[in-house]
Nanobody, 127 residues
Framework: QVQLVESGGGLVQAGGSLRLSCTASGRTFSSYGMGWFRQAPGKEREFVGGISRSSGSKYYTDSVKGRFTISRDNAQNTVYLQMNSLKPEDTAVYYC????????????????????WGQGTQVTVSS
């Protein structure tokens, strides 16, 4: 069982930056692949980025490549999402999630691959 708690959301102007954090309970954080997803009002939850257990592989959706960076600190049971050059279309509730499955982007981008989810944190980017 893993419990995830996100933090770091807020209101920022376009072009600004935010860093989201997701801290996991338990002693087996390093055994999970981690993902960040977002959901805007009236839209489906979408993949933002994913990271493998050892941070050896990182994946991003095309719309955030070059602007967002995912990282993790297994000693601190925390995964991060650094978001730079934010745009109004990045406005959404952001969720972190943990999967015990093994695989690359084909796995990490799938909502159904994740058994554990945080409660979400709101990110609002004003124009």
């Amino acid at each position: 069982q893993v419990q995830l708690v996100e933090s770091g959301g807020g209101l920022v102007q376009a072009g600004g930056s935010l860093r989201l954090s997701c801290t996991a309970s338990g002693r087996t954080f390093s055994s999970y692949g981690m993902g960040w997803f977002r959901q805007a009002p009236g839209k489906e939850r979408e993949f933002v980025g994913g990271i493998s257990r050892s941070s050896g592989s990182k994946y991003y959706t095309d719309s955030v490549k070059g602007r967002f960076t995912i990282s993790r600190d297994n000693a601190q049971n925390t995964v991060y999402l650094q978001m730079n050059s934010l745009k109004p279309e990045d406005t959404a509730v952001y969720y972190c999630a943990a999967t015990s499955g093994f695989g690359g982007l084909d796995l990490l981008r799938l909502v159904n691959a994740y058994a554990y989810w945080g409660q979400g944190t709101q990110v609002t980017v004003s124009s």
